[in-house]
C-alpha cells in the first residue's frame, strides 16, 4: 500500500468480497483470486466508501487500470452486482452465472427438491421448473429437476453478458441515495461546468466545501478537488449524464 494511503477498513472490504462471492465482479470471467479495486481512484477522491470499491481479479484490475475497460463500464458491473446479490441467494447467483458462462444453454439439471431455493427466479419470471417425481414403494421422491431459461431469463442474462443495466439505473441510483451523494466532476473546464451547473439546474457547486479542496496524492503531489453534493433529483441529469465526466 503506497505511504499515505488510508486502509480499507476489514468490514467494508468483506462487504465488497462477499457482494461479488469472492470472485471477480466481471461476470464474463468470474476468476480467482481477487483483489479490492477502486473504481474511481484513490489519489483523486481518498474515497475508501463500498460504493466506490469492487472485486476484481488481478487480470481484469490491470485492464481497468490501463483503461480496456472504462470506468462507465465498471460503474455498470457494480450496479448490477448490487440487484443481483440483494435479491437472489447464492444458489440463484450459481445458477446466473451457469448460464452467463455457457449461452448455447437454457437449460440446467439439478437435484430435487430445490425450488425453495430457487424461488426468487421463478417468482421474477426468470426461470421456469419442470419437477420430476420418481414412484417408489414408500410414495415418491424428487429426481434431478429441469430449469428452463424463460424469455425474460434469456433477456436477463443477455444483459449481464454484455454488462447491460438490469434495472432503471435511475430509479436504483433515487433509492440507493435518497438523500442524495457526493460526487466529482473530472474535467479540465470546472468554471464553465460550475456555470451550467447553476444556469440548467440552479446548484451552485462551488460553494461546496469540496469544491476547491487541496488533496495530496500518493506520490507527494497536490491537486483541486472539483467535489460536490448533488441532490438525489439531479443525480439522472448529472451524476448519470455522458455530458460531463464525473465521478464519485
Same mark, same amino acid.
Given at each position: 500500500?503506497?505511504?499515505?494511503?488510508?486502509?480499507?477498513?476489514?468490514?467494508?472490504?468483506?462487504?465488497?468480497?462477499?457482494?461479488?462471492?469472492?470472485?471477480?465482479?466481471?461476470?464474463?470471467?468470474?476468476?480467482?483470486?481477487?483483489?479490492?479495486?477502486?473504481?474511481?481512484?484513490?489519489?483523486?477522491?481518498?474515497?475508501?466508501?463500498?460504493?466506490?470499491?469492487?472485486?476484481?481479479?488481478?487480470?481484469?484490475?490491470?485492464?481497468?487500470?490501463?483503461?480496456?475497460?472504462?470506468? *462507465?463500464?465498471?460503474?455498470?458491473? =457494480?450496479?448490477?452486482?448490487?440487484?443481483?446479490?440483494?435479491?437472489?441467494?447464492?444458489?440463484?447467483?450459481?445458477?446466473?452465472?451457469?448460464?452467463?458462462?455457457?449461452?448455447?444453454?437454457?437449460?440446467?439439471?439439478?437435484?430435487?427438491?430445490? *425450488?425453495?431455493?430457487?424461488?426468487?427466479?421463478? =417468482?421474477?419470471?426468470?426461470?421456469?421448473?419442470?419437477?420430476?417425481?420418481?414412484?417408489?414403494?414408500?410414495?415418491?421422491?424428487?429426481?434431478?429437476?429441469?430449469?428452463?431459461?424463460?424469455?425474460?431469463?434469456?433477456?436477463?442474462?443477455?444483459?449481464?453478458?454484455?454488462?447491460?443495466?438490469?434495472?432503471?439505473?435511475?430509479?436504483?441510483?433515487?433509492?440507493?441515495?435518497?438523500?442524495?451523494? *457526493?460526487?466529482?466532476?473530472?474535467?479540465? =473546464?470546472?468554471?464553465?461546468?460550475?456555470?451550467?451547473?447553476?444556469?440548467?439546474?440552479?446548484?451552485?457547486?462551488?460553494?461546496?466545501?469540496?469544491?476547491?479542496?487541496?488533496?495530496?496524492?500518493?506520490?507527494?503531489?497536490?491537486?483541486?478537488?472539483?467535489?460536490?453534493?448533488?441532490?438525489?433529483?439531479?443525480?439522472?441529469?448529472?451524476?448519470?449524464?455522458?455530458?460531463?465526466?464525473?465521478?464519485?
Amino acid at each position: 500500500m503506497p505511504e499515505g494511503r488510508e486502509h480499507i477498513p476489514a468490514p467494508v472490504k468483506r462487504a465488497v468480497l462477499v457482494e461479488a462471492g469472492h470472485r471477480c465482479a466481471i461476470p464474463t470471467c468470474r476468476q480467482i483470486p481477487v483483489e479490492v479495486a477502486h473504481i474511481v481512484p484513490y489519489a483523486k477522491t481518498q474515497n475508501n466508501s463500498f460504493e466506490n470499491l469492487i472485486a476484481l481479479c488481478p487480470t481484469c484490475h490491470t485492464r481497468f487500470d490501463t483503461g480496456q475497460i472504462d470506468r *462507465q463500464s465498471m460503474r455498470q458491473y =457494480k450496479v448490477n452486482l448490487s440487484v443481483i446479490s440483494s435479491r437472489y441467494s447464492d444458489l440463484e447467483r450459481r445458477v446466473i452465472e451457469f448460464f452467463v458462462d455457457n449461452p448455447q444453454q437454457d437449460t440446467i439439471f439439478l437435484p430435487g427438491g430445490l *425450488q425453495l431455493l430457487l424461488g426468487y427466479l421463478v =417468482k421474477d419470471g426468470l426461470l421456469n421448473i419442470r419437477a420430476k417425481l420418481l414412484p417408489t414403494l414408500a410414495g415418491s421422491i424428487f429426481t434431478n429437476d429441469e430449469y428452463h431459461l424463460t424469455e425474460a431469463g434469456k433477456e436477463f442474462v443477455g444483459h449481464l453478458r454484455g454488462n447491460e443495466p438490469l434495472a432503471d439505473l435511475i430509479a436504483w441510483a433515487e433509492d440507493y441515495w435518497p438523500d442524495g451523494r *457526493q460526487i466529482f466532476y473530472e474535467g479540465n =473546464k470546472p468554471e464553465i461546468f460550475a456555470a451550467t451547473i447553476k444556469d440548467e439546474f440552479g446548484l451552485d457547486v462551488t460553494t461546496d466545501a469540496s469544491w476547491a479542496q487541496v488533496i495530496d496524492d500518493d506520490e507527494g503531489r497536490s491537486f483541486m478537488s472539483r467535489g460536490f453534493h448533488c441532490p438525489v433529483e439531479l443525480l439522472g441529469n448529472i451524476y448519470y449524464s455522458s455530458r460531463w465526466p464525473m465521478g464519485s
